[in-house]
């Protein structure tokens, strides 16, 4: 049909810029007049989403309404901390606001909820539109559950992936081998991430870790890190950490690598859903945007662990090293002990203490988290080629034990801003044997969750303290965990979760 | 385990409530000052989804906080209008924030992600979650695009029409024969409701007609009768319109059944997803909430109909009976023509024009409007025992010419509260036929879009009014359609689409 456009192009008055010190994590707000002519003649309602433009940049943002000029004028709009910041305007400055462009992607997310697979364009045309801010919470929601009630397969996981490197930065190394490693997690304590990159750095191959926060756990490699040194990096301190030190461990968002993964993981972590193909998409974006040529993948596995069988654990490994392949990236997976959480700590700060432990060759270091740091940071020296096959493991213990490895850590915390010593809870509370006898059996999951209700990975210094491992011979009364919070009130929502979800250490007399 | 809480209930000090005049939609928000002390005991991060208690009421509200005391001070929660008038308050009575409870019923939205069927229990705790408002947009769009990955089957579907039915009023009526009618959608302008009513009411029969407001559509029954009367009617009011008139058209959300509905309705317009469970499980659970024991339903079929084709058909239509006879209801479902539009109008007011013109037998009143009603009223009137098999025809026919189905149309308006003059867009432009021809297909679900984006249902006035019918020959530059908008962006936006979506109408040289 032939439309005559010409004698209709809509007004597009501006507005001045008011900044209102609201902060609304990380969802842009605007709030304007219900009487402003902007939406007036543009139509706009409450809670609209509406395009905000200043200058060259522009944002979406969710429109509140107000109908007093107490908060913001006819010819305001009123910007949350997150919008203020993303179009960088000042006071007073001007705007234009309008209906955002049709998102034509919804279109892919509609037929991936009913069944159709994506190819290659309609994923990079969600993420990009994503990574843009353009989508809603329901949006989200609904394209991470089509990816989660129909699996994405390979080559829509490979494809994921390759659009989520496509919108972040991309880091080069000169090394010729640069190595990785991540835990697909589900472990509480499992920090093995810090000693394994001091242990590779100190015998002299490159190792830029960037790591993510948790998703749902009580503590992310990059949470537990900052409470030790910033872990927050642009890419210059980050590639400067690196050239100076071998190795750095910084929070992957900071340096805007794989940019769209921190959406994703917000929704998931709310959703509390996190699927096999958002983790290889998640973890392999993140390496090779970091330039990375081999990995090594910790896979726990146990009963209350992530991976739950060693079949799942051998389709997942089969699946993140044939995705990696199509990238060029050789990734080593290795199944670890996932029966019992690992070291002392559960939650960030808690973690931290047993990493400094091991590092520092404290008497009563937990072995565990020590000889799995080791056993990773082998297999990484034997496919660096630092180690020949079977002697990598060895390396790394004489690397701790010789202290070179805490050497190296310093270093690395002193590169990043600063060596900083985590923060002590505020509340402590145990949680008791109800009879003595020998311990047969821990619940990952309900500690985990005890960590989250007392806090963590919010509150750094929250979690949960292990006073127990499996097969502990103890008396009634004695102290199973012990709860860490920072504020009464979370200890009490903990406290209140552990009367009621019944034993997550067994004893049995 | 044992836990010793008595030392660590969190103290509970009360706040102000602050009236901040802001229109958020649906969505309940709560500002407080980032140094608040809840904020700080609870620890409080902005955009948490808080509880705030005042009396006896209660609502789940999202939280923003603000870095300075213009907004709120310390001590002051600022309140949405939403939370404003879900809670009930007054300006600085007394109210506390705490952390909500716990979701368990997400646990089951978990499970339908990955696949597992829900059972009555657990429907019935998710809708009373969301009905209570304990659900984010992440939460509601995870469990609707599950049950449209996964469809319902018909137990789910049952079953959730039952917590739909549970959580909302419900109305008896003397009446042994209580007559109710639905169209499943997906045609636009098929605006029979109110003619049906008018006919059917005419002739004696009890029908307390609640409609829903548009889901993805430019227009619901709700939408259009809303420029006709006022259609948010209480239960009384309800009540004493269908006991003086014997029939009413009303807005079902206004009187409270099945409230859940409305929630999920806006989720799935959001998302542009309406699926054969979600709906059967809407239109059910209102037409038994509302106390019908017969309903005729209209299920259009075309190729760009909601229903494509007669299997598709079939299948919704046994669907709908078997479910519906587990709760008592006869249904008796028609399949309808779908392959063009209904009437000239697409859009709440344009539809509006229409149905007038055919209640008051117009002579430019649209045929096909007026046999498709007359069609629906007669097989009501056939279920109903008003007219004999295949007689109700010629019956609602009758009461249309006769003068009586206005009469009681006039009636039923003014019980609602008066009949109203529908609006005229102030913004008409039309979309002229590129060239001579016949008119070979009309593509319903572009005009829809285009009735969408010119601001309908919304913008009241709004939408697209046809020019041609299928069969027609016509002119070059001829139009085809006139698009009517409220203002001149919204009409912008329609015509950009225009311009770039292809033929909407074909027209064969």
Chains 1, 2 share one sequence.
Not at 275 to 297: N, P, R
Not at 350 to 372: G, K, Q, S
Not at 422 to 429: E, S, T, V
Request: charged share 20%; with cysteine; proline share 5%.
């Amino acid at each position: 049909m032939t439309a005559l456009v010409s004698s209709a192009e809509p007004a597009q008055p501006t507005l001045r810029a008011r900044r209102l010190g609201l902060h609304t994590q990380h969802q842009p707000v605007v709030v304007m007049h219900k009487d402003c002519h902007v939406c007036h003649s543009e139509g706009l309602a409450a809670r609209a989403q509406v395009l905000v433009t200043s200058g060259g940049r522009e944002v979406q943002a969710t429109l509140f309404q107000v109908d007093s000029d107490a908060m913001v004028k006819h010819d305001e709009v009123g910007l949350s901390e997150t919008a203020w910041n993303l179009l960088g305007v000042s006071e007073g400055e001007e705007l234009r606001v309008s209906h955002p462009p049709a998102l034509e992607s919804l279109a892919s997310v509609r037929r991936r909820i009913y069944g159709h697979r994506l190819d290659a364009q309609a994923l990079s045309d969600i993420v990009r539109d994503v990574t843009a801010g353009r989508y809603t919470d329901v949006h989200l929601a609904a394209f991470l559950t089509a990816s989660a009630a129909l699996p994405l397969d390979e080559n829509e996981t490979a494809d994921l992936t390759g659009a989520m490197i496509a919108v972040g930065d991309r880091m080069r190394w000169d090394a010729p081998i640069v190595v990785d490693k991540h835990c697909v997690g589900g472990l509480p304590g499992n920090r093995t991430t810090p000693i394994v990159v001091a242990i590779v750095a100190a015998n002299g191959l490159v190792m830029p870790k960037t790591s993510s926060r948790a998703i749902t756990s009580p503590a992310g490699t990059a949470d537990t890190m900052e409470t030790l040194a910033p872990v927050d990096l642009d890419l210059a301190t980050l590639r400067r950490v690196v050239e100076a030190e071998g190795g750095c461990i910084a929070w992957g968002g900071g340096v805007h690598l794989s940019p769209a993964d921190d959406i994703f993981v917000r929704v998931e972590r709310e959703l509390d859903v996190d699927t096999e193909g958002q983790l290889i998409a998640s973890v392999l974006s993140k390496k090779i945007s970091a330039g990375s040529t081999h990995v090594v993948i910790d896979i726990p596995v146990g009963p209350t662990a992530k991976v739950r069988g060693e079949d799942a654990a051998s389709h997942l490994a089969a699946r993140i090293t044939a995705v990696a392949a199509r990238f060029g990236l050789a990734a080593t997976c290795v199944q670890t002990d996932g029966s019992q959480p690992v070291g002392r700590g559960i939650g960030p700060a808690l973690e931290a203490f047993d990493v400094l432990a091991v590092l520092r060759n404290a008497p009563d270091a937990p072995d565990d988290l020590r000889r799995r740091a080791a056993m990773l940071a082998g297999a990484a020296l034997e496919i660096g080629g630092k180690a020949g096959k079977g002697a990598g493991l060895a390396l790394a213990l004489d690397t701790l034990s010789d202290g070179r490895a805490w050497k190296k850590f310093e270093a690395i915390c002193a590169a990043q801003g600063g060596l900083r010593t985590p923060p002590r809870a505020a509340h402590l509370h145990p949680l008791v044997a109800p009879r003595a006898g020998r311990v047969v059996h821990i619940n990952n999951r309900k500690l985990a969750r005890l960590a989250k209700l007392a806090g963590a990975p919010d509150a750094k210094a929250a979690g949960v303290h292990m006073e127990v491992r499996l097969g502990d011979e103890i008396d009634r009364g004695q102290p199973l965990v012990h709860i860490h919070a920072e504020t009464p009130g979370e200890l009490a929502y903990a406290l209140d979760y552990a009367a009621q979800a019944g034993d997550m250490i067994e004893v049995e007399p």
